[in-house]
């Protein structure tokens, strides 16, 4: 424990390590900053699953309604109050209000006239619901997507079938009402999109730069450092690569570890999720696109949260674990990280140059590049080509197997190579 101690220690006081978290932790906390124009707009959903319950019930809507109702009248009196004049909405109020006119309202007028535009587009959401999602042909998108992906043979026959289990899986989540659930507004917030797409998007990569360059640091140390000699002649020996594999991946939980409780605590400190954590990642107000996001299991926005980091540092683990392959044949810390990036790049485009016609076009896209690269569609059935039920866990299960035979091949052949 103490040797592999020292190897994390290498890492640990690396100054352009250092240098580069300090940079990206201030990048993130400006990136969050930054985009939280809106955060005090997203405290309504917060109170809307305070008074009524996290989840729509026809009794809840019609309570919401009529407070609603009282929220109007008092829009009304506070009109009358100061020009004489009544509205029929406040959209209405809003688009006849006059410039010369705005000083007649109070500070708190005007955040109750915020507060009631915003709960009256949340219940015209939510009414529409059933409206939308009724919509909804999933064999007409399965159709477009085969025609987007210029898919033929097998491999459209493959995609179709994934649209029909996901049309089950759709109807039996209208059924379970997942849906109807209080969440942000999705079309104008984007809220799902920020924290999985930006952020974790933002994270992945920091977390892949740093990782890379820790593993090769730690792996080519002393080839670098020409004590390679001295080193690998002792009693432990070449062995000794076995503990650098084990730093490797203490550095790669650690930086990731680091990056998410920094990002995320800075995130959630900024945009307010009190009583959201039970909501439905299959919201239907979390609808940004197209498509709504729908999960392949009803899983908790907490709950999808949890899941998603654990994915994100599996996945770190095998990145790092790749690095170190790479590292034992280079022994270039340099070589290894322009290497590890040339991969990462060949794995991800690497189903757009197979066969259409193919499940070829399927199978390679069952690789940790494609998948890190996605973080917002991670357990979605809406995710396009890669839109699997259990595409996460054959990625990384897969792979696992992959990376631990290459790790035994890259210990026998190091142990056979030329140390000098």
Avoid at 31 to 46: A, C, G, P, R
Avoid at 260 to 267: E, M, N
Avoid at 391 to 420: A, D, P, R
């Amino acid at each position: 424990m103490r040797i592999i101690f020292h190897e994390c220690k290498k890492a640990f006081t690396s100054p352009i390590l250092v240098v580069l978290i300090l940079l990206f932790m201030a990048y993130n906390m400006f990136l969050i900053f930054s985009n939280s124009y809106f955060k005090e707009e997203l405290k309504v959903v917060n109170e809307l699953a305070e008074t009524y319950g996290v989840k729509m019930t026809d009794e809840s809507l019609h309570q919401f309604q009529q407070d609603l109702q009282k929220d109007f009248a008092k829009l009304n009196e506070i009109t009358r109050k100061h020009t004489a004049q009544e509205f029929s909405s406040i959209d209405e109020f809003l688009n006849t209000l006059r410039y010369e006119d705005r000083d007649l309202y109070t500070e708190k007028e005007w955040a109750f006239f915020t507060q009631y535009q915003l709960k009256e587009m949340y219940f015209n959401l939510a009414k529409s619901i059933d409206s939308e999602y009724d919509r909804m042909d999933w064999k007409r998108m399965a159709k477009s997507e085969i025609e987007m992906y210029g898919l033929s043979g097998s491999a459209a026959k493959i995609l179709q079938n994934e649209y029909d289990k996901f049309s089950q899986r759709f109807e039996e989540m209208k059924e379970n009402r997942e849906h109807k659930t209080w969440f942000f507004a999705g079309k104008p917030y984007k809220v799902h999109s920020f924290l999985f797409r930006t952020v974790f998007g933002h994270l992945i990569f920091e977390a892949l730069i740093l990782i890379v360059l820790a593993t090769a640091l730690i792996t080519n140390y002393e080839f670098e450092n020409r004590t390679n000699l001295v080193t690998y002649s002792t009693k432990r020996g070449r062995r000794l690569m076995k503990d650098k594999l084990a730093a490797s991946l203490l550095m790669a939980t650690a930086i990731t570890a680091f990056l998410f409780v920094i990002t995320l605590g800075t995130y959630f400190s900024v945009f307010d999720y009190s009583y959201l954590w039970e909501s439905s990642i299959s919201s239907a107000l979390n609808w940004e696109y197209n498509l709504p996001y729908v999960s392949w299991w009803n899983l908790s926005f907490l709950a999808f949260l949890l899941l998603s980091i654990l994915l994100v540092y599996m996945c770190m683990i095998l990145f790092s674990a790749i690095t170190f392959v790479i590292s034992i044949f280079v022994k270039n810390s340099y070589f290894t990280f322009f290497l590890f990036t040339a991969f990462f790049a060949m794995a991800y485009m690497m189903n757009g140059f197979m066969p259409q016609s193919s499940m070829l076009i399927f199978i390679a896209g069952f690789n940790l590049s494609l998948l890190v690269m996605n973080p917002h569609m991670f357990f979605m059935g809406s995710g396009g080509l890669m839109m699997f039920k259990f595409y996460e866990m054959i990625t990384v299960g897969v792979w696992m197997m992959i990376v631990s035979v290459l790790c035994i091949f890259s210990f026998k052949k190091f142990n056979k190579q030329e140390i000098y």
